[in-house]
């Protein structure tokens, strides 16, 4: 499940992602309290109260780029308005495509990780370089990408994802991986089979 983006206003139709700085244009820090303190935080507080109703005890947010939720620190503050029915979705690959460790974010998160994803993606040399990790292109252009999906092990290799799984294991996780295999480079029973053993590889059992 992802966070929801709202508006950057009440007459906005399309939602907003800010990712820079809100020192400037002068209406930017009001985006932010709109987002997080008129829609956001209200709606998640209704919704968690009708979710406990039903017996719902967790709800795992995957800090997806483009939504309001997209990193540990975005999503203790929502958990911290809401309450700790909500953890994270733990996708690697979405922070590193970002430019983040999720090993240190997995610490950060202790107690709070409620599922993880096996996902990886890869930096690409020589285009990050140039034109950093900002990247709206469609996930089809592979080429021209300055990252991309790929199979697990594929951009981390497997010294990585065993640190990461052995990390997740030291902050109490002891769930379910799920495999999401999205590397467009590859088919999809290669891509399945490359992640497959590289999970086996590095999963403790």
């Known amino acids: 499940m992802m966070s929801g983006l709202p508006g950057g206003g009440p007459d906005d139709k399309i939602p907003n992602w800010i990712t820079s700085t809100v020192s400037w244009p002068d ?15 209200p709606w998640w507080q209704a919704f968690t109260r009708h979710a406990a109703e039903y017996g719902i005890e967790q709800i795992a947010l995957e800090e997806f780029p483009s939504q309001l939720v997209y990193n540990p620190s975005t999503l203790l503050r929502l958990r911290e308005a809401v309450g700790d029915i909500i953890g994270m979705n733990l996708d690697p690959s979405h922070l590193i495509a970002m430019g983040a460790d999720p090993i240190a974010a997995a610490r950060k998160l202790e107690g709070v990780i409620y599922h993880v994803h096996g996902k990886d993606a890869r930096i690409e040399r020589g285009l990050a370089d140039v034109d950093g990790l900002l990247e709206y292109q469609p996930v089809t252009q592979t080429k021209t990408r300055t990252w991309n999906y790929v199979a697990v092990g594929c951009g981390q290799d497997l010294k990585w994802w065993k640190e990461f799984f052995s990390v997740l294991r030291m902050t109490g996780y002891n769930g379910y991986v799920s495999l999401e295999m999205e590397d467009l ?15 086996n ?5």
């Open 201 to 205: 590889a590095t999963l403790s059992q």
């Open 27 to 41: 209406y930017m820090p009001g985006v932010i309290d709109y987002q997080w303190n008129e829609v956001a935080i």
């Open 185 to 199: 480079t590859m088919s999809v029973e290669a891509g399945l089979r490359t992640s497959i053993d590289a999970l």
